[in-house]
């Protein structure tokens, strides 16, 4: 602890005598200074024991000592030695007085005690209490990285917490509690999500003191990490501020959960290219190879069913976000997963069917829709820099290829439909008709019907209509000339003149079908 009026009071060689103020005397002193000045206030900081003589001073005047003792205690001094015997042979009763109303500390310093005495008592006392904070802080240096060699993460966080007599709580990337120390803290860490967000958008490393929910503790968070965006994040709460042996072990907890968490560049980088690896071999039909090559890297993940997830966006940073999501979701839960980059424009997942990275996904997708949605205009639907999600139906290693194919054409989807995520399984369980208002099948409708159309335009027939009826009725005549009103007759020989304009026959299947889509993009189109 750092020196106090009562240390000093109680230092045998001092001989100092408590005045007045000594309800006050547990008060930290910084330093000491000895000043003769009318008003040094102009010279203090705060937390001074200030020197006097009183040559300057008239000391009997109550009016005059309630000016300097209230102009003191205003600017932060804890405490006034008064030196007796050089100008005055004891403290005059004014400055007694006075400082005792104020609670102002008045130490009475006898004549053989020097003000230099006092000042190295202080300074002694200072550098011995950094001194017992720096050998803590080393000490608390080795305790933690001797737990966070055995024990990891939590290890380490339960014995910061012991050494700051509080809690800590680790924050994966995404704002989410990790691990906390000791468990009860893991709802107080929880409610800090807000702030941890709030956090990460600072540039790193960034750190925030917030009051602790309900202002039951005050709570520092720090975001670990090296790189741009932080990976992790650590709150540290404690009932005061934290003191210099505190600050050491949170210091060093800091170095080490980085270390901890962000694993080197060498080794993130092999095995992102292993991944990458093994995804080619999987794509290519080589699933016993790809299991030898991922071997125990991936868990169990080439061995369930999965998921292949094709993102796709002009924008890196909704890709990261992107990738964060799933692989936070897969951290939380302990499951495997494989996030491959393909170039700066997409990214690849393969990740447990039904598992957290997939449903992270979905949520992701969800609030991005959301977003939009909100947006007053929803212009950006639809942008090249908005992100894009295709899902696989649940596959295995043998129909990788299949399940990569699938994500491709559920992307493809859901950019002509302006949507940030497909399921290709969502496709197979609807219709094929809301395809059909892709520009480019418009434009094939309007050139196919367009003879048709004009020679209705003449007003010598109805083709178009009568077409459409027939193909509805699957070719009977009866049906379809009673929808019309007309004689079966008048239908066959329109349906003559609808093949000698188009040249086609109707009697060929493939003809019917286009013709039939034809019609219904054109009536989606009206």
């Known amino acids: ?74 600017a932060g001094v804890v405490g006034l030695g008064f030196a007796v015997g050089v100008n005055y042979d004891e403290i005059p009763e004014a400055l007694v007085a006075t400082a005792q109303e104020e609670g102002l500390p008045l130490l009475e310093v006898p004549r053989r005690t020097p003000f230099i005495a006092i000042s190295k008592a202080v300074s002694a006392a200072i550098a011995a209490d950094q001194y017992r904070s720096v050998t803590a802080g080393f000490a608390a240096q080795r305790e933690l ?8 993460p939590e290890g380490l966080l339960s014995a910061l917490a012991a050494q700051v007599d509080g809690w800590a709580a680790l924050y994966d990337a995404s704002g989410a509690v990790v691990a906390t120390a000791p468990e009860w803290a893991g709802r107080r860490a929880a409610r800090l999500t807000a702030d941890v967000e709030r956090l990460r958008d600072r540039p790193a490393p960034a750190s925030s003191v917030v009051g602790g929910p309900d202002n039951e503790d005050r709570v520092e968070l720090h975001t670990l990490g090296t790189g741009r965006r932080p990976r992790a994040a650590l709150a540290v709460g404690t009932a005061a501020a934290l003191g210099t042996a505190e600050r050491y072990a949170v210091h060093s907890a800091i170095a080490l959960l980085t270390l901890t968490t962000e694993r080197s560049r060498s080794l993130q980088a092999a095995q992102d290219r292993i991944g990458a690896a093994v995804l080619r071999m999987l794509l290519a039909g080589q699933p016993d190879h790809a299991r030898a090559v ?36 897969a951290a939380r839960s302990g499951e495997a997963v494989l996030v491959v980059p393909e170039g700066p424009e997409r990214l690849v997942v393969l990740a447990v069917d039904e598992g957290a990275a997939v449903e992270a996904c979905g949520e992701h997708a969800a609030t991005l829709e959301a977003e939009r949605a909100s947006s007053a205009t929803g212009e950006r639907a639809g942008d090249e820099d908005d992100l894009v999600v295709g ?18 054409q559920a992307l493809s989807v859901a950019r002509r439909r302006g949507r940030v995520l497909v399921e290709h399984e969502q496709l197979a369980a609807g219709s094929v008709l809301p395809l059909l208002a892709d520009d480019a099948v418009r434009a094939f409708a309007d050139g196919l019907l367009r003879p048709l159309s004009e020679h209705d335009a003449t007003g010598r027939g109805d083709l178009v209509a009568s ?21 079966r007759h008048t239908l066959r020989y329109r349906m003559r003149r609808v093949e000698e304009i188009l040249g086609r026959s109707l009697d060929d299947p493939d003809v019917r079908m286009e013709l039939w889509l034809a019609l219904k993009a054109t009536a989606a189109a009206e």
């Open 294 to 329: 991922a071997g125990d890297l991936f868990g169990g993940l080439l061995d369930a069913p999965f998921r292949i997830v094709v993102g796709e966006s002009a924008d890196g940073a909704a890709l990261d976000a992107l990738a964060e999501a799933v692989e936070s979701a």
């Open 467 to 487: 077409l459409r009826a027939w193909l509805s009725r699957h070719g009977q005549w009866d049906a379809a000339a009673a929808d019309l009103g007309v004689h």
């Open 1 to 74: 602890m750092p020196p106090t009026l009562a240390s000093l009071v109680h230092h045998s060689a001092l001989k100092l005598t408590v005045r007045a103020g000594e309800d006050h005397l547990d008060v930290p002193v910084r330093w000491v200074h000895a000043s003769e000045l009318a008003d040094p206030v102009p010279y203090m900081e705060g937390g001074e024991l200030l020197l006097i003589t009183a040559l300057k001073l008239d000391a009997e005047d109550p009016k005059a000592m309630r000016r300097y003792v209230r102009r003191l205690v205003g």
């Open 145 to 152: 990285t001797r737990q966070a060699l055995t024990d990891g």
């Open 391 to 408: 899902l696989s139906a649940p596959a295995g290693p043998i129909a990788a290829a299949a399940a990569y194919k699938q994500a491709e």
